[in-house]
């Protein structure tokens, strides 16, 4: 089936340099790709950031342009970090950001935000994306994905459905294990898979009581500025269908995905799972049992490194300036091995 016509780049919201381009999908959705190109001169790295001389994969020459990089943003999310962006881009990479449909910039009028039956549901956003990236052509610069939480399972399955298509894979407190353990997963994923066949959309208790915004928003006693439609401050209500999606690719994750590309994984080094407010939820991971995670991280693929950054929060590039520069840096050194210049 043909894939409908492209519609033109935009100016974004996020100001110079940033645009958006809309995705039309099947079924009526659409998808919102975002790309960032900096006017020449103007790519600044974040303060106490380290230069990667030239982006290039182990044993691939990339040439002279770099990098293709996609990132994907968690539930109840969508693409804001200009920072990021601003990194990607001072190391000769070309950086896109993808709201998926039913998130952000793609979500419609009468649309049940961040509703999906299955993850896999997400490969058209994918694909559409990557089209409109040029990936499909024979001189395609090498892709590195970059996934955070819900975005980094997302990805994480994608290619290993997709053998071939990623050189490189970097997740952002990925959500590759239930907080509860693998254990509790398997006990209650029977009930939530029975549920979500009968009532795909019943809205399963929140959790949230908005501990995780007011460490990130300026409007608390975070440090940024966004939508608060696009991400409220308690979430989107979580429905089981969702819920079962992620148990699902989870499931997958568990039984070794055996990726055969270069995977980083960046947690916080703590977690604070409590819904009474502490000061320390400025310096923690509120959403996932880190442990739990970097535990889980190993069934990616033989080539795995997982560093734990001191004082992280759930969004590692959201936290303190000299928290996010040490993520920076960590993928600098990362770099080096992997995405590095061949002697």
């Known amino acids: 089936m043909a894939r409908p016509p492209l519609r033109g780049w935009e100016p974004d919201i996020l100001g110079e340099g940033f645009e958006q381009l809309t995705l039309d999908l099947p079924g009526g959705n659409v998808a919102t790709l975002v790309r960032y190109t900096p006017a020449p001169g103007n790519e600044v790295l974040p303060a106490g950031v380290r230069q990667v001389p030239e982006l290039m994969l182990s044993g691939v020459d990339a040439g002279s342009e770099g990098l293709d990089v996609l990132y994907v943003h ?30 952000g910039r793609s979500l419609r009028p009468g649309q049940e935000p961040g509703y999906v039956q299955s993850l896999s549901d997400y490969d058209a956003d994918l694909e559409a994306a990557l089209d409109a990236m040029g990936q499909g052509a024979a001189d395609a610069r090498p892709l590195l994905l970059l996934g955070h939480s819900t975005g980094g399972l997302t990805l994480s399955t994608w290619a290993y459905r997709h053998p071939g298509r990623t050189a490189a894979l970097i997740l952002n ?45 300026a409007a608390f006693s975070g440090e940024w ?22 148990f699902s690719a ?94």
């Open 225 to 246: 500025n966004y939508n608060t439609q696009w991400r409220p401050v308690r979430g989107f209500p979580v429905t089981v269908a969702f819920l079962n999606a992620v």
């Open 173 to 217: 407190s990925p959500w590759l294990e239930f907080q509860a353990t693998e254990l509790a997963r398997r006990m209650i994923s029977p009930l939530v898979s029975m549920q979500a066949q009968r009532r795909p959309r019943m809205p399963l208790p929140p959790v949230d009581p908005g501990i995780y915004s007011r460490t990130v928003s």
């Open 74 to 103: 968690g539930w109840s999310d969508y693409f804001f970090q200009t920072e990021l962006a601003r990194y990607w881009a001072a190391q000769g990479a070309r950086f896109f950001a993808l709201d998926l449909h039913n998130y």
């Open 250 to 343: 989870q499931a997958t994750v568990a039984t070794g995905l055996r990726l055969n590309v270069p995977v980083l994984v960046l947690l916080s080094d703590k977690s604070y799972l409590h819904p009474r407010w502490s000061e320390d939820a400025e310096r923690s991971d509120v959403a996932l049992d880190v442990n739990v995670v970097a535990h889980r991280a190993l069934s990616l693929g033989p080539s795995v490194s997982v560093v734990r950054i001191a004082n992280a929060m759930h969004d590692v590039f959201l936290s303190a300036p000299v928290v996010r520069a040490q993520a920076y840096n960590a993928i600098t050194r990362w770099s080096g091995g992997y995405l590095r210049a061949r002697a």
